[in-house]
Every structure is written in structure tokens, then in C-alpha cells.
């Protein structure tokens, strides 16, 4: 029986080393691109989530402020709309009847309030009336330019449960103001006098964690109130 | 597997890695120039707005630019962080607006005009630009229809 002899060596030591430093060179770049790409990829989910969200809170934004004739009580962090349900060939004959009622069922009352969670996270939210929740014969609101009255209200809806919560935005945070994170989103405006204030604002801030990092995008959007209509009783007084 | 062949594999993976490096890049780049130009959308609406605000007798003709970082609103309040990186430029114009289906009708008003831009490659990009006419209210005028 013939015997073979195997011609085959084995790695030098010369070998392993040059193969190791060249496995450890690829695996480190290996993992810096991937941390890179997850850095990328927050990146670019931040930057998804400001376009989109943002140009849909301009979107909401610009449609309640083309309904709203008047904002009735301003605020930072909460503001009335008032919508009326008169179309605006009755309320622009400047007929006090057609402005001195604001109707519950009607839907013509409109609050945004930015609002903390337990997470510290801010959203926005509008609230708008359960019609069904609403007593009857106690639909009638009559016109006022006093704020608390309209924050009373407010309370006394949402504790007795005739207000409808709506998420419009969720985990914003606040904005960056002269280089200073403010403390809490808010609402901007042309004059704090609602006789004459002609538009509404928010400022606020999309914000992601990057480890230790901190990525975010402010944005301050304005819209006009298009078709602006002074209640008589602003008149008045 | 020899010496040659892991030089080999390692110039692959590297030619590899700069490949999908550079297009995660090209993505970033692509998508902030989006996100430049939502924050230009809404400067620009933030503009109009403050001029559509306005009652009809302070609205003036001027040509404006605020320079990039430097963008605030009518009331003096400074653009957040992110608007940093743009600057504006308004054109309010006084301009008549005629009514197609009423001949002879000419609505006198503004035409506002606003343009915000940032720098590429050291030139002026322009971003956004926004037009909208301001008329003049018959309220405003005093006539009685």
C-alpha cells in the first residue's frame, strides 16, 4: 500500500497576521458605515415627518383660517376659532342677528390647544362640540370679547365630556426662539385684540433622538384669516 | 483563500461601501433641499399673511430683503433655528386687478410678492416665491355700494 504524502502547508504566522488586520480593517468599516447609515436613516425620518406633517398642519391650518371670521380668545397654548354658520351673504349684510347667537350643534366653535403628555411630548388638538352631547334648548352662546368667558366655557365643555378631542399633531416639541428652546409651543397672532386680530400662527418644533443627540426642525407657520368679519358687538363697545 | 484574493474582496467591499455611502448621501442632500423649501413655503405664507393682515391704509409699496438669518415677522419676532440657513425677499407693488367677465372693472390693491432663497455652491438659489393680490375692500374706500 502505497503511501501519499499531503503537499498541502499550513498559514504562516505571517499570513494570519496580514489576514487579521485585513478582516479587522473591514469589519470596523463595516460597522462605521452602519452606524453612519443609521445616523442617515434618523436624519431622514426626521426630515420625512417635518415635510409631510408640516405642510399638513399648514394645510389644516389655512383651511380653518379660511372659515374663521374671527378668532374670540387668544392665548400661547389655546385658541378659539369662531366659524360662524351663517353663510357669508347674510353676515356680510352686517344684520346683528345674523352674529349674536353662536350655536353649539352648529359647529362653529373651533379651540386648538397645544397640550403635554405624560411623555413630556406636546401635541396639538383641536376640540370642536358634540353635537349630540349637547342639552337641548342649551345650544344658545351669546357673543362676548372677554376671554374668560370663553375659557370658562372651554373648562365647562370638556369636564361634562360635549367636547370631541382631535389629535392634529402629535410629539412636537418646543421651538428654538433666538437661539433659546422656548418653553412650550405656541400660538402666534397679529394683535392680542380680537376686534382686530387678523391671523393665527403656531411655532413649534420636530424633535428625534440620535443617541445623545438631538436633531430637530422648528417651524413657523402664519395664515391670515381670508374672510375676517368684526362682530357688531366689537363695534359697540 | 491567498493574499491576493482578500486585497481583492477588501477593494470590492470598499468600492461597495462608497457606492451606497454616496447615495445615502445624494438622499440627504435631496431631502434637505425638500425640508429648505417646506421652511421657504411657509416664510413665504408667513409673509403674505402678515400683509393680508394688514388694514388697507398701512400696506405701502416697498422692496425688501432680509438677509440670510435675519428673517423676522412684522412684529419684530425672530425665525426659529431651522429658518437660519434662508433669507426673503418681499415685493409689495400697487397694481390693478381686472376681472375677466367684468369688462371695465379694475380692482385697485397690492400685488405682494415674496421670494425666499439660501446659498448653493455660493450663489443665490431661489427656493419659493409667492404672489397674491391685496385689493381693496369697499369698506376700505369708503364708498357706500
Given at each position: 500500500m502505497r503511501m501519499t504524502r499531503c503537499t498541502r502547508r499550513a498559514f504562516t504566522?505571517?499570513?494570519?497576521l496580514i489576514a487579521t488586520v485585513i478582516t479587522t480593517m473591514i469589519?470596523?468599516?463595516?460597522?462605521a458605515l452602519i452606524g453612519g447609515l443609521a445616523g442617515a436613516l434618523a436624519i431622514q425620518d426626521l426630515r420625512s415627518e417635518a415635510i409631510v406633517r408640516g405642510a399638513g398642519l399648514q394645510?389644516?391650518?389655512g383651511l380653518l383660517s379660511l372659515k374663521t371670521r374671527m378668532t374670540l380668545a387668544l392665548s400661547e397654548q389655546r385658541v378659539l376659532l369662531w366659524l360662524p354658520a351663517e353663510t357669508l351673504a347674510e353676515s356680510g349684510s352686517g344684520s346683528d342677528s345674523a352674529f349674536d347667537r353662536i350655536d353649539l350643534v352648529d359647529d362653529e366653535l373651533h379651540w386648538l390647544e397645544f397640550a403635554q403628555e405624560a411623555d413630556e411630548s406636546w401635541s396639538l388638538i383641536e376640540w370642536t362640540v358634540k353635537a349630540e352631547a349637547v342639552p337641548a334648548g342649551e345650544s344658545a352662546v351669546y357673543f362676548s370679547t372677554d376671554s374668560e368667558f370663553w375659557d370658562n366655557l372651554f373648562v365647562q365643555l370638556r369636564d361634562t365630556d360635549q367636547l370631541r378631542r382631535s389629535p392634529i399633531a402629535v410629539n412636537l416639541a418646543p421651538p428654538l426662539v433666538a437661539g433659546v428652546a422656548a418653553a412650550a409651543p405656541r400660538f402666534i397672532w397679529q394683535s392680542a385684540d380680537i376686534c382686530v386680530n387678523r391671523s393665527i400662527g403656531a411655532e413649534f418644533a420636530f424633535v428625534?433622538?440620535?443617541?445623545?443627540a438631538e436633531l430637530r426642525s422648528d417651524m413657523r407657520m402664519e395664515s391670515a384669516l381670508a374672510f375676517f368679519d368684526r362682530h357688531p358687538i366689537c363695534t359697540e363697545s | 483563500m491567498t493574499l491576493m484574493e482578500c486585497l481583492?474582496?477588501?477593494?470590492?467591499?470598499?468600492?461597495s461601501a462608497a457606492i451606497m455611502a454616496s447615495s445615502v448621501q445624494a438622499g440627504l442632500a435631496a431631502q434637505e433641499d425638500a425640508?429648505?423649501?417646506t421652511l421657504a413655503g411657509t416664510a413665504a405664507e408667513s409673509r403674505i399673511s402678515d400683509y393680508l393682515a394688514r388694514s388697507y391704509e398701512t400696506i405701502a409699496a416697498v422692496d425688501v430683503t432680509e438677509a440670510i438669518g435675519t428673517m423676522t415677522s412684522l412684529s419684530g419676532d425672530a425665525f426659529s433655528g431651522s429658518y437660519g440657513r434662508l433669507g426673503r425677499r418681499t415685493q409689495v407693488t400697487s397694481a390693478n386687478l381686472t376681472v375677466p367677465?367684468?369688462?371695465?372693472l379694475l380692482v385697485p390693491g397690492y400685488l405682494i410678492d415674496v421670494t425666499v432663497f439660501d446659498t448653493w455652491a455660493g450663489a443665490q438659489r431661489k427656493l419659493v416665491s409667492l404672489q397674491r393680490f391685496r385689493p381693496r375692500t369697499i369698506e376700505e374706500s369708503g364708498v357706500t355700494p
Open positions: 504566522l505571517i499570513e494570519m469589519a470596523a468599516t463595516v460597522i394645510s389644516h391650518l428625534a433622538l440620535e443617541g445623545d | 481583492v474582496a477588501m477593494v470590492v467591499l470598499t468600492i425640508l429648505a423649501m367677465d367684468f369688462p371695465g
